[in-house]
């Protein structure tokens, strides 16, 4: 093991650890039991959207195929532990590992054949999940049509009660599925799985081996996404075939790392914290009194519209994602940030601590956007009237990376 | 793969999820409410021969103004998603009923607000709000949602944190064993059984019965129960009393719940010629064979329906005429005997009509949506306060005045007490109670005949 896997090894351990012990704060600290469970669904969508990121982020090989990984993973927590009366843990690594072959059994025939790649790859993937569905669909063994309840299931009772045992199941599993995308972003892997994003024929041509590579890639991204998908069946209490293997899984995944940025393994992380904040509280906004009173706006009826329209925004304003940014304007970022917590607080002196965080993350978003433009504008000029350290803003590039 | 190929592909792929978000949110009526205000839930049971002791505030002694804090109950409804036609009409019958109840009083001489979340038909989503409401928003009591799927996973939650949920509408009878839901839908335990003897008693009654039925099944976990029983046990459904009874099966298909091409099952079903057709059916698949089966110019003598939303049936044309389903309240005689159940009916209809439902009756979804609303009430105002125990102490322990008549909750099957539906039936371009015979308006029987 090198030393820069080490250092990221120590890192990740010990912020592993501090967050392990943060349900024990609970009574302590009296935040509300909420925040535990809401903790436990930001570190499902890292888990989900790092997973899917370090194949498609890092190849550019579009997957629709989250949706039959997450699902195979639910469904063996359905199977196995409701119905088989199988311990939960016992049930988690076997939805990993059969995820995993789903995707290493698709991979082995579409990475051998040239013609499925681009939007034809996609279609595949996509279709996987409806054969996926079908199976489960039309057998009485795993699904039947029926749904399972997962009221029996035996719970990890050793990890607390079941707002902390969701939070600390959540954490190994993010936590794992981070340390591995960053690691192989970092490694010979990654290298390669950039280079085939890049051009996989020049790549080969320089000796690449891209199947090995996209294999490898592949399965590892079923294997976190059937983990998380079967510490998730818990979360869900009930699971039928139209809600598992819906659109939404994958789209989010594809919108969290679009946004957070796709060549880094902290992009996914960045997309989903927005995403998933933004939606948990304008689900629940209350109405937004303008004017004196005289006109009433409804948040929560615009939420899917603010988040479209945000996302439209940062499609065409943020190329490359937000992380990128962050990295080059770190301290515009994080003074963004703070002032709009401040800003938060003194407007809404009552609002919830998520709140809080969301309306810093959005002064963050808001002052990154005009003012990065501004300043690549003003480098770019630099850069044609012939300064020479105008630094690079292609994507993979320096900070991106 | 190029960038330039990648970037291409990725931007369309962004466009499409962005449309069809902005789509979603245009095309649906999101509206998460807090209601407040009137009240007078009357509590007269619609069955004439009740002895049970109201429940629910009395309403002749005169309204009171509530004051404090309010009391706050929370729940989810599938605002926006597949069953978000159906779960309006629970959002209407909410309203109404809290805002009667603050109008005679409130509760516990306090006003009520109804906190309504957006679970967009999703389970875990459905979950996730609840566990938001209970620990975060700490809301006094809670509602269920609208839907099997999301009334099960709900369910879980509710019974973590020991909270009274009274149910509308959930159908998986057999999973549903924490003791304090209460099950407002008068189904029954084992509406696999009961559900279908109805009908076939119902077609019996005419004296004419089919020789040959076929069933077509919607993939649905609730239909799916009805049809074939309980998953791993071999108690049956419709399709093995249906054999029990000499009924010759000629065809037992099944079609997932996303099916929108109904023209090979309409030909399946014209190549069976059954004498009778019991589908399985959600919201409009009724409808949509039917139309299917029109352009094929094939009739069935008659059908049944599951669950089909009652609005599209009667506009479903002249094949419709005939089609049979199961109710537990229609507003016509002998239900809207009552005066105070009759004015609730009207009350709904008009609040219905100006929230734009396209249909309007007080009938099966209004009533349960009532029914349970009335049991929270009764639990909360029978106990004396807002002790989730103590509320469904008393709810276990004391008959329930509710729109479908008194209910004693058996904890031995899982809080049901009985299957108290009937059989409706379109005639004269309406849904009418044909079977049992006490529960149809005067003169009015079943129309069946195998012949069509």
Same mark, same amino acid.
């Given at each position: 093991?090198?030393?820069?896997?080490?250092?990221?090894?120590?890192?990740?351990?010990?912020?592993?650890?501090?967050?392990?012990?943060?349900?024990?704060?609970?009574?302590?600290?009296?935040?509300?039991?909420?925040?535990?469970?809401?903790?436990?669904?930001?570190?499902?969508?890292?888990?989900?959207?790092?997973?899917?990121?370090?194949?498609?982020?890092?190849?550019?090989?579009?997957?629709?195929?989250?949706?039959?990984?997450?699902?195979?993973?639910?469904?063996?927590?359905?199977?196995?532990?409701?119905?088989?009366?199988?311990?939960?843990?016992?049930a988690?690594?076997?939805?990993?590992?059969?995820a995993?072959?789903?995707?290493?059994?698709?991979?082995?025939?579409?990475?051998?054949?040239?013609?499925?790649?681009?939007?034809?790859?996609?279609?595949?993937?996509?279709?996987v999940?409806f054969?996926?569905?079908?199976?489960?669909r039309?057998?009485?063994?795993?699904?039947?049509?029926?749904?399972?309840?997962?009221?029996?299931?035996?719970?990890?009772?050793?990890?607390?009660?079941?707002?902390?045992?969701?939070?600390?199941?959540?954490?190994?599993?993010?936590?794992?599925?981070?340390?591995?995308?960053?690691?192989?972003q970092?490694?010979?892997?990654?290298?390669?799985?950039?280079?085939?994003?890049d051009?996989?024929?020049?790549?080969?041509?320089?000796?690449?081996?891209?199947?090995?590579?996209?294999?490898?890639?592949f399965?590892?991204?079923?294997?976190?996404?059937?983990?998380s998908?079967?510490?998730?069946?818990?979360?869900?209490?009930?699971?039928?075939?139209?809600?598992?293997?819906?659109?939404r899984?994958?789209?989010?995944?594809?919108?969290?790392?679009?946004?957070?940025?796709?060549?880094?393994?902290?992009?996914?992380?960045?997309?989903?914290?927005?995403?998933?904040?933004l939606?948990?509280?304008?689900?629940?906004?209350?109405?937004?009194?303008?004017?004196?009173?005289?006109?009433?706006?409804?948040?929560?009826?615009?939420?899917?519209?603010?988040?479209?329209?945000?996302?439209?925004?940062?499609?065409?304003?943020?190329?490359?994602?937000?992380?990128?940014?962050l990295?080059r304007?770190k301290?515009?970022?994080?003074?963004?940030?703070?002032?709009?917590?401040?800003?938060?607080?003194?407007?809404?002196?009552?609002?919830?601590?998520?709140?809080?965080?969301?309306?810093?993350?959005?002064?963050?978003?808001?002052?990154?956007?005009?003012?990065?433009?501004?300043?690549?504008?003003?480098?770019?000029?630099?850069?044609?009237?012939?300064?020479?350290?105008?630094?690079s803003?292609r994507?993979?590039?320096?900070?991106?990376? | 793969?190029?960038?330039?190929?990648?970037?291409?592909?990725? @931007?369309?792929?962004?466009?499409?999820?962005?449309?069809?978000?902005?789509?979603?949110?245009?095309?649906?009526?999101?509206?998460?409410?807090?209601?407040? #205000?009137?009240? $007078?839930?009357?509590?007269?049971?619609?069955?004439?021969?009740?002895?049970?002791?109201?429940?629910?505030?009395?309403?002749?002694?005169?309204?009171?103004?509530?004051?404090g804090?309010?009391?706050?109950?929370?729940?989810?409804?599938?605002?926006?998603?597949?069953? %978000?036609?159906?779960?309006?009409?629970? &959002?209407?019958?909410?309203?109404?009923?809290?805002?009667?109840?603050?109008?005679?009083?409130?509760?516990?001489? @306090?006003?009520?607000?109804?906190?309504?979340?957006?679970?967009e038909?999703?389970?875990?989503?459905?979950?996730?709000?609840?566990?938001?409401?209970?620990?975060?928003?700490?809301?006094?009591?809670?509602?269920?949602?609208?839907?099997?799927?999301?009334?099960?996973?709900?369910?879980?939650?509710?019974e973590?944190?020991?909270?009274?949920?009274?149910?509308?509408?959930g159908?998986l009878?057999?999973?549903?064993?924490?003791?304090?839901?209460?099950?407002?839908?008068?189904?029954? @335990?084992?509406?696999?059984?009961?559900?279908?003897?109805?009908?076939?008693? #119902?077609?019996?009654?005419?004296?004419?019965?089919?020789?040959?039925?076929?069933?077509?099944?919607?993939?649905?976990?609730?239909?799916?129960?009805?049809?074939?029983?309980?998953?791993?046990?071999?108690?049956?459904?419709?399709?093995?009393?249906? &054999?029990?009874?000499?009924?010759?099966?000629?065809?037992?298909?099944?079609?997932?719940?996303?099916?929108?091409?109904?023209?090979?099952?309409?030909?399946?079903? @014209?190549?069976?010629?059954?004498?009778?057709?019991?589908? $399985?059916?959600? $919201?409009?698949?009724?409808?949509?064979?039917?139309?299917?089966?029109?352009?094929?110019?094939?009739?069935?003598?008659?059908?049944?329906?599951?669950?089909?939303?009652?609005g599209?049936?009667?506009?479903?044309?002249?094949?419709?005429?005939?089609?049979?389903?199961?109710? #537990?309240?229609?507003?016509?005689?002998?239900?809207?005997?009552?005066?105070?159940?009759?004015?609730?009916?009207?009350?709904?209809?008009?609040?219905?009509?100006?929230?734009?439902?396209?249909?309007?009756?007080?009938?099966?979804?209004?009533?349960?949506?009532?029914?349970?609303?009335?049991?929270?009430?009764?639990?909360?105002?029978?106990?004396?306060?807002?002790?989730? #125990? %103590?509320?469904?102490?008393?709810?276990?322990?004391?008959?329930?005045?509710?729109?479908?008549?008194?209910?004693?909750?058996?904890?031995?099957?899982?809080?049901?007490?009985?299957?108290?539906?009937?059989? &409706?039936?379109?005639?004269n371009?309406?849904?009418?109670?044909?079977?049992?015979?006490?529960?149809?308006?005067? $003169?009015?029987?079943?129309?069946?005949?195998?012949?069509?």
């Amino acid at each position: 093991m090198n030393r820069p896997t080490v250092v990221r090894l120590t890192g990740f351990s010990v912020l592993a650890l501090a967050l392990w012990f943060l349900p024990a704060l609970q009574g302590p600290l009296g935040f509300p039991i909420f925040y535990l469970l809401f903790g436990y669904s930001l570190l499902f969508w890292f888990a989900q959207a790092s997973s899917w990121n370090m194949f498609t982020g890092f190849s550019g090989y579009f997957s629709f195929g989250q949706g039959a990984f997450y699902g195979v993973g639910v469904y063996t927590t359905g199977v196995l532990a409701s119905k088989q009366g199988w311990p939960l843990i016992a049930a988690i690594p076997v939805a990993g590992v059969l995820a995993a072959v789903l995707g290493l059994s698709l991979g082995f025939v579409v990475f051998r054949l040239r013609r499925l790649q681009g939007e034809i790859f996609a279609l595949v993937t996509l279709a996987v999940a409806f054969v996926v569905a079908a199976i489960a669909r039309v057998s009485s063994t795993i699904d039947g049509g029926s749904g399972i309840a997962l009221n029996n299931v035996q719970l990890p009772e050793f990890l607390g009660a079941y707002p902390s045992m969701m939070f600390r199941l959540g954490l190994i599993i993010a936590t794992v599925t981070i340390f591995a995308a960053a690691t192989i972003q970092h490694s010979r892997l990654g290298w390669g799985l950039f280079s085939i994003n890049d051009d996989e024929a020049v790549a080969e041509s320089l000796g690449v081996p891209t199947f090995r590579h996209k294999m490898m890639a592949f399965g590892l991204s079923a294997f976190f996404a059937g983990l998380s998908g079967a510490v998730h069946a818990i979360q869900i209490s009930y699971i039928t075939i139209e809600d598992v293997f819906s659109i939404r899984i994958p789209l989010f995944v594809i919108v969290m790392s679009v946004l957070g940025g796709m060549r880094h393994w902290m992009g996914p992380i960045v997309g989903a914290t927005i995403i998933h904040t933004l939606t948990d509280r304008l689900n629940r906004a209350s109405d937004l009194e303008l004017f004196g009173g005289n006109v009433t706006v409804s948040l929560d009826h615009l939420n899917d519209i603010i988040i479209g329209l945000l996302l439209i925004l940062m499609v065409l304003a943020v190329k490359d994602g937000l992380w990128p940014r962050l990295v080059r304007r770190k301290w515009v970022g994080a003074g963004a940030f703070i002032v709009g917590i401040l800003v938060a607080r003194l407007w809404a002196p009552e609002m919830s601590l998520i709140g809080q965080f969301v309306a810093g993350e959005l002064g963050a978003v808001v002052i990154l956007l005009p003012s990065s433009e501004v300043i690549d504008r003003w480098r770019n000029w630099r850069s044609t009237t012939g300064s020479p350290d105008a630094p690079s803003d292609r994507p993979g590039v320096g900070a991106s990376r | 793969m190029t960038r330039s190929s990648q970037s291409q592909f990725l @931007r369309g792929i962004i466009l499409l999820v962005v449309l069809a978000m902005i789509a979603a949110a245009c095309g649906s009526s999101t509206s998460d409410t807090t209601a407040a #205000a009137s009240p $007078g839930t009357t509590t007269a049971p619609n069955t004439p021969d009740t002895t049970a002791a109201p429940s629910t505030p009395d309403t002749t002694a005169a309204p009171s103004t509530p004051s404090g804090d309010p009391i706050i109950i929370g729940s989810t409804l599938a605002l926006t998603g597949f069953l %978000a036609p159906t779960a309006a009409i629970h &959002k209407v019958a909410g309203d109404l009923f809290v805002e009667q109840l603050n109008a005679n009083g409130g509760l516990l001489g @306090r006003p009520v607000e109804w906190v309504v979340l957006d679970d967009e038909s999703v389970p875990d989503q459905a979950a996730a709000l609840y566990e938001r409401l209970i620990t975060e928003d700490g809301v006094d009591a809670i509602m269920g949602p609208y839907g099997t799927g999301t009334i099960t996973a709900a369910m879980q939650v509710a019974e973590r944190y020991g909270y009274v949920m009274p149910q509308h509408t959930g159908s998986l009878t057999y999973t549903y064993g924490y003791d304090c839901q209460f099950p407002a839908w008068p189904a029954g @335990r084992n509406p696999n059984i009961t559900n279908s003897n109805l009908v076939f008693d #119902a077609l019996e009654s005419t004296g004419t019965p089919p020789a040959t039925i076929a069933f077509v099944i919607n993939q649905f976990p609730g239909t799916m129960y009805v049809a074939y029983g309980q998953p791993d046990t071999d108690e049956g459904g419709a399709v093995s009393i249906a &054999k029990d009874r000499g009924y010759d099966v000629v065809l037992d298909i099944q079609y997932p719940s996303t099916t929108s091409d109904w023209g090979p099952i309409a030909a399946q079903v @014209r190549d069976a010629n059954p004498d009778f057709l019991f589908l $399985g059916a959600l $919201g409009v698949d009724g409808p949509n064979l039917i139309a299917a089966m029109d352009a094929l110019d094939y009739q069935v003598p008659g059908m049944f329906l599951q669950w089909p939303a009652p609005g599209p049936m009667l506009g479903a044309g002249p094949s419709a005429d005939g089609a049979m389903s199961v109710t #537990a309240f229609e507003p016509h005689p002998p239900f809207t005997d009552d005066p105070a159940y009759a004015a609730i009916a009207q009350a709904f209809t008009d609040a219905a009509a100006a929230a734009g439902l396209p249909y309007t009756a007080f009938e099966t979804q209004a009533s349960a949506s009532w029914a349970a609303w009335q049991i929270l009430i009764a639990g909360i105002e029978g106990a004396g306060s807002l002790d989730q #125990a %103590a509320d469904c102490d008393y709810l276990l322990n004391n008959t329930i005045d509710t729109v479908f008549g008194p209910i004693d909750f058996d904890p031995d099957q899982n809080n049901y007490y009985g299957d108290l539906s009937y059989v &409706k039936q379109i005639q004269n371009g309406d849904w009418v109670v044909v079977w049992p015979a006490n529960g149809a308006p005067d $003169g009015v029987s079943v129309q069946y005949s195998p012949g069509g």
